[in-house]
């Protein structure tokens, strides 16, 4: 068992309980479903072929006495220890009617029975005859010798329908167990993958798409599902149904049960042979599964881009591309299952069939296999196919669940932050960066000696050109990312030394462009959290200015809010992300370019309230629009990772280096040619 199957049992073993109690139904279920065989033999070979018997004349009349000719006979295993026997008879068939048979005692074994008149002629093999007088019985006559098998037959009949109502019973059990703890490991499973997820660290979702993440969530998790209920519930049966058949045919007789044996050892190759080559298939299937779900996700969000420069039909067949490879992996492994289908243990049970119809005809068995002996090894085969073809067809599965796992705990095994659930008492917000590098990739520095102080209750400009450095100084601050050299202080305690989680815990920040979650736009500012409160929820919105903008909508700040927010516009998104960041009661509080993609009007309401939000916590702003950051304490111009030019918006206007031409540029009142 490899890595990835000990922990899948690992997960089992969360449940084991109904698990061994369905395992434990299941053997039961076999049990009494394999007794089924030994009945019918039983009904066979002692209420119906036994009517050929030794029949003895008897005095004593019994329910096992016959009356035939003025005597009653009776058959020889109903007479009594002491019971006296008379003369012997027989009862012979040839074709479909029975005869009575005075003088037949020793009769040649497998003869070929002919009837002339009153004579019944028997030919060995070797072409020994002999001759036996008869009387032929009517139907009614027949039928009293088979009378007194009635009711050992009625019981027998009874026994297997009993057996397979119990069995049934018991197979319901099982399944129920079985798929109830199934459910139960895959919620605990995408359980712990979601919750993993919130662990992981930012830099992780950039390498991968959002679609890929959600297929290991869902699609994998639900193939893994598939494992617990069909796969396990197939292979133990399986293996307990074959254990008990070979043990059956064995106490059948030994020579049919060495017939069937070799099945076993094909079986096994057999599944070696297939997981070689179904391995390899699955995980080129998941991949490209997982890529197509990828670039659904991101096409349903860039549809509009798509749209607006005409890209349906590249698009398109970047599509086909993926599908096309999907499908022909998929065609590959369907081929490959047809080869190995259940077509092919029908085949090989057949062939065992014909083998041993050929040997008992031929009399190689001799008089131990009996018909019932006969029938009950043909019954244990039928019954022995289906577990085979069940561990047949489920083999796929295998491979997808196996693939799957190995997927989900290739999640699970990405380092992550545990959640701190510890409170940290609010810092004052004082900050200060000192000769801080940073680089996303090993070698390309996006930040280069960085050092700035900001005090308590200051605001913090950052402008600079696009991939200046401006974001990055903020996922730094944040700790989406861990600088690399130099260190970054809150209040004189270096952030590394502070969990993330309770860093963050009194940080806000309004995005350039915010996310919205599928709810309210009240539960959209207090994320649920159970210790905002609707009167801090509204107060919130008071205090940017959107509340009465958002109490003349229908359903006031109650009103529907659907996936990312489409359909309020961009000013009001931004409105409610600044409330939730306000709704924290942040220390430091980060505006990404948070006045960015807002009309004038709105710009205009965010301006009033920014003096308010800004006293007693740090401000950290990021804009394109230097005329939002006049009022700045403190302003850095960032050019390719350094810090070029500080200052307020006066000093640096008198000092006319790149932010007063960036200043001068945007107010439109630059000369040509200076």
């Known amino acids: 068992m490899g890595t990835t199957g000990k922990r899948l049992f690992q997960y089992a073993l969360l449940y084991k309980k109904p698990i061994i109690m369905a395992l434990v139904l299941l053997a039961f279920a076999v049990a009494v479903e394999l007794v089924g065989p030994f009945l019918a033999k039983r009904m066979i070979d002692q209420n119906i072929l036994a009517i050929e018997k030794p029949w003895y004349q008897t005095e004593k009349d019994d329910r096992f006495a016959v009356s035939y ?38 009769l040649p074994e497998k003869a070929q029975r002919t009837v002339e008149g009153s004579v019944m002629t028997l030919k060995s093999a070797d072409g020994t005859e002999v001759e036996y007088a ?67 660290p ?48 064995f106490l059948l007789d030994w020579r049919l049960a060495l017939i069937s044996l070799p099945l076993l050892p094909i079986l096994y190759y057999w599944i070696v042979i297939y997981r070689k080559f179904a391995g390899k298939y699955n995980h080129v299937i998941r991949s490209r599964l997982s890529d197509i779900n990828g670039m659904i996700n991101e096409s349903i969000q ?16 970047e599509f086909e591309v993926m599908n096309d490879e999907y499908y022909k ?88 932050i545990e959640v701190d659930n510890g409170k ?66 809150v209040d004189g305690t ?33 994320l649920n959290d159970p210790s905002i409160s609707r009167e801090k929820v509204e107060k919130a919105l008071k205090d940017v200015g959107a509340y009465d903008m958002f109490m003349q909508l229908p359903g006031g700040i109650d009103e529907p809010v659907i996936e990312k927010g489409s ?14 960041a306000l709704a924290f009661d942040p220390a430091i509080l980060i505006l990404d370019e948070a006045t960015a993609s807002i009309d004038t009007e709105t710009e205009a309401i965010i301006q009033q309230a920014l003096d308010v939000l800004k006293r007693g916590r740090t401000t950290f702003v990021i804009a394109h629009r230097l005329s939002t950051i006049r009022a700045a304490e403190q302003i850095l111009v960032l050019d390719r990772g350094r810090v070029v030019e500080r200052g307020d918006h006066d000093r640096l206007m008198a000092k006319g280096g790149k932010y007063y031409a960036m200043y001068q540029l945007q107010q439109g009142s630059v000369e040509v040619g200076a």
């Open 69 to 106: 000719g003025g005597a009653l006979y009776k058959r020889e295993d109903h007479f009594g220890k002491d019971e006296e026997r008379g003369s012997e008879v027989r009862i012979l068939q040839a074709g479909r009617s029975y005869y009575f048979a005075p003088e037949a005692r020793s």
């Open 134 to 200: 008869v009387s032929k019985l009517s139907l009614a006559q027949t039928y009293s010798f088979f009378k007194p098998e009635f009711r050992a037959i009625a019981v027998m009949a009874g026994s297997y329908f009993s057996c397979l109502i119990v069995g049934a019973a018991l197979a319901y059990g099982q399944r129920y167990l079985l798929q109830t703890s199934a459910n139960r490991i895959i919620r605990k499973m995408r359980g712990d993958v979601f919750a993993h997820i919130q662990r992981l």
């Open 202 to 249: 930012v830099n992780y979702f950039d390498n991968l798409p959002a679609g890929k993440v959600v297929a290991r969530v869902t699609n994998d998790t639900e193939a893994i599902r598939e494992l617990y209920v069909a796969v396990i519930a197939n292979f133990f049966s399986g293996i307990i149904y074959m254990t008990a058949i070979e043990g059956a045919l």
């Open 302 to 317: 860039g549809m509009p881009m798509i749209q607006a420069f005409r890209r349906e039909k590249e698009t398109m067949a």
């Open 329 to 416: 992996y998929q065609n590959k492994l369907l081929s490959l299952n047809s080869i190995t289908s259940h077509n092919l243990v029908n085949v090989l049970r057949n062939i065992i069939f014909l083998i041993v119809i050929c040997l008992f005809a031929k009399g190689s068995f001799g008089m131990a296999v009996s018909v019932g002996v006969l029938y009950a090894f043909i019954d244990y085969m039928n019954r022995m196919m289906n577990p085979i073809v069940g561990i047949v067809n489920q083999l796929s599965n295998l491979e997808v669940a196996r693939v799957s796992a190995e997927r989900v705990f290739e999640l699970l095994d990405e380092p992550g």
């Open 424 to 489: 940290l008492a609010r810092y004052k917000g004082e900050v200060r960066f000192d000769d801080v590098t940073f680089a996303y990739k090993a070698g390309e520095d996006v930040l280069k000696n960085i050092s700035f102080h900001a005090l308590q209750g200051q605001t913090v400009a950052l402008v600079g050109h696009t991939g200046s450095g401006k974001s990055s100084i903020l996922n730094l601050l944040f700790r989406f990312y861990d600088v690399e050299r130099g260190t970054i202080t």
């Open 494 to 526: 270096d952030i590394h030394d502070i969990p993330k989680q309770q860093l963050r815990q009194h940080m806000g920040i309004v995005l350039q462009d915010p996310f919205l979650f599928t709810g309210t736009i009240a539960s959209n500012v207090s």
């Open 567 to 580: 359909t309020l516009s961009a000013g009001q998104r931004q409105l409610i992300s600044f409330a939730r």
